[in-house]
């Protein structure tokens, strides 16, 4: 019994020295390091668009522990984290089912153990295609003129993506009509067609794009389901009445009909043309009509266009009218004739048919006649044809303008001022034809000098204007259309004389003599006795030319200047008197003194 005892405590000995040991090391603090990391992708990196995709993050650690190390792995697809795991496996997958555009990227990823990061180079993964998009219409049948609704989506894929839907007429290769358009927030479009008036069976095809990275990834084109298109109205139809062969004088009648689709709204408009002119239309019947007594001029190419909104159909017809007779031509012996000379006039049609002739002025019949013989006046001036009719045929000529030219009456030559020109004085030179056809060319010459030229358009005068400085001769010369070349009025003398200038004196209260004639001034004083002139000493004075240092004036008026300075002031007065002379000599006759005149105006305060 004592031996089994020793036994037992030798195993349970060795148990706690082992125990020992093991609390030993774990006290002693592990070392880690990452030797590498990288990523795989299953089946691969570039896959196809609907393909299943594994992304898987690889690494290598190596440690003093016994057991693996737990390390945090996280997943970035273009430097966005999506998926972050914790985990002591080497390896950690994320699968992406169904990989789509946008799940095409630049992929890498990142592991974390305590304080140590590592993180793997960058993967570029492609997805190739675009999943197949969905076309749904709003309608199966449709009228011409109306509208079908596409829609277009690619519910697997993300916007942006860029829709191109095109419309076909079944068993026809190229397509009718093509519209592109991109949804940046939606993974769909919706699209209006409009259904046009050669339409019968027609589908629709769509596809889809989306940009990824560089490159243009797109999805097959997918058809949509038949749309049966009804006419919203026929083709338009002519019906021409007379049948057959149509001749001048007839009654022509032009119909152009459609047939309506019930309930067809709004209702179409029949519109005929001819050369473009619209010569009858109709907005709420199935026909429009057009009637006219037949004439060549209604010869022609005749359009029936029927419309709506956005429907138009044509169609188009020849019409032939037979003649009767030419139209008529209508010549003169001249076009510009002076009054009282000839004028014939006369019409002709080729072939010479029985018709009739009457030759009108602004369509007033002049005379019922084939030819026409007259002397002329201003009054026949106008515009002239020639009517030719036979039965209810009526054709006109060409025109023919008449101008009669009346002569002009001699002119007559006035200016405005009623007293002498003073020199630089503007002058108004009216000169007047008063008989003679308008418009009248008016010439003012001053000596033999064209000063200007004036045209007029009735019989009012010509206005001209003038400054004249020294005597001069105005003469007016007019024309117009007749052939007398030009009329001349008379001459025209003006004389010119100098401006009037002020002449300032300065004199005492007794007045200078200026003239054998006495002149007295009233005063109070004993001046009231002394004559106009009184012979005194009147002190300084100074008489001048007011012509001095300018110009001679070479006028049969001379102006002087007249300076008194007295010594004593007026009497009753403290100021000395002052006077403005204007004194005017007339040079007619030189020694002739009563040709000098004088005026005063006294001041008193020395101005």
């Known amino acids: 019994m004592q031996l089994g005892w020793v036994q037992g405590s030798k195993m349970w000995l060795g148990i706690l020295l082992t125990l020992l040991l093991y609390s030993s090391l ?19 990196q570039q896959v196809e668009n609907g393909e299943n995709l594994t992304l898987q993050c690889i690494v290598d650690i190596s440690t003093t522990s016994h057991v693996q190390p737990q390390h945090r792995l996280l997943f970035y697809k273009d430097d966005v984290l999506f998926h972050n795991v914790s985990s002591t496996e080497i390896t950690e997958s994320y699968v992406i089912p169904q990989a789509r555009v946008y799940n095409a990227g630049i992929y890498k990823c990142t592991v974390i153990l305590n304080n140590k990061e590592r993180t793997t180079s960058e ?48 068993n026809v290769k190229a397509f009718k009509q093509r519209r592109e358009k991109s ?63 149509i001749t001048e004088g007839n009654e022509l009648q032009i119909r152009c009909t459609i047939q309506v689709t019930p309930m067809v709204q ?30 060549a001029e209604h010869n022609g190419n005749y359009t029936c266009k029927v419309e709506t909104n956005r429907i138009s159909k044509v169609s188009s017809t020849v019409v032939n009218i037979t003649e009767l007779f030419s139209k008529p031509k209508l010549e003169s012996s001249a076009t510009r004739l002076d009054q009282d000379e000839s004028l014939s006039l006369w019409c002709s049609v080729p072939g010479e048919p029985a018709v009739n002739f009457a030759i009108q002025k602004e369509n007033m019949t002049v005379l019922q006649a084939q030819n026409f013989t007259k002397k002329v006046s201003e ?70 000098t064209v000063l ?37 009025s008379e001459i025209l003398q003006v004389k010119v004389i100098a401006k009037q200038m002020p002449v300032e004196m300065s004199r005492p209260a007794v007045p200078l003599l200026t003239s054998n004639n006495e002149k007295m001034l009233s005063d109070s004083s004993t001046e009231a006795t002394r004559p106009y002139g009184y012979n005194e000493d009147i002190g300084n004075h100074a008489m001048k030319p007011m012509n001095e240092n300018k110009e001679p004036l070479t006028l049969d008026v001379e102006y002087t200047e007249v300076e008194v300075t007295s010594y004593e002031p007026h009497e009753g007065l403290t100021t000395k008197g002052t006077e403005t002379v ?11 003194m009563g040709n000098r005149y004088s005026k005063t105006e006294g001041s008193l305060d020395g101005t």
């Not at 939606?186 to 409009?194: G, I």
């Not at 709004?266 to 004439?295: C, G, R, T, W």
């Not at 020639?386 to 030559?413: D, F, Q, W, Y």
């Not at 045209?455 to 117009?480: I, R």
Request: glycine share 4%.
């Open 452 to 488: 200007e030229t004036l045209k007029v358009g009735s019989n009012e005068p010509a206005v001209f204007k003038d400054n004249p400085t020294e005597d001069t001769e105005y003469q007016c010369v007019v024309n117009n259309c007749h052939s007398y070349t030009e009329m001349k």
């Open 123 to 170: 993967y570029e993964v492609v997805v190739k295609s675009v999943s197949d998009p969905n076309v749904t219409l709003d309608k199966k049948e449709a009228i011409e003129g109306g509208v079908v609704k596409v829609r277009c989506s690619v519910p697997e894929e993300k916007a942006p993506i860029h829709f191109t839907i095109e419309k076909f007429e079944l």
């Open 26 to 44: 774990e006290g002693q603090e592990n070392s880690f390091t990452i030797n590498s990391i990288r990523m795989e992708f299953l089946p691969k």
């Open 266 to 295: 709004p209702f179409p408009e029949i519109i005929i043309q001819k050369d473009k002119v619209i010569v009858a239309h109709s907005q709420h019947s199935n026909e429009a009509v057009y009637s006219v007594m037949a004439l």
């Open 379 to 448: 009054l026949d001036s106008g515009t002239y044809t020639c009517i030719a009719n036979m039965g209810k045929v009526v054709k006109k000529s060409n025109t023919v303008h008449i101008t009669v030219c009346e002569m002009l009456s001699k002119p007559r030559i006035v200016y405005d001022s009623r007293s002498e020109v003073i020199k630089g004085q503007a002058i108004k030179v009216n000169c007047q034809s008063v008989n003679g056809t308008s418009p009248i060319s008016y010439r003012l010459f001053k000596a033999s």
């Open 183 to 245: 949804s940046h927030n939606h993974n769909f479009v919706m699209l209006e067609f409009t259904v046009e008036e050669q339409d019968r069976v027609i589908f629709f095809q769509c596809q889809a794009s989306i940009m990824s990275g560089m490159r243009l990834e797109t999805s097959k084109t997918v058809r949509s389901e038949l749309v049966t298109v009804r006419e919203s109205f026929s083709n338009p139809k002519f019906h021409i009445s007379p049948e057959g062969m």
């Open 582 to 592: 204007y004194s005017e000599i007339r040079k007619a006759k030189p020694d002739f």
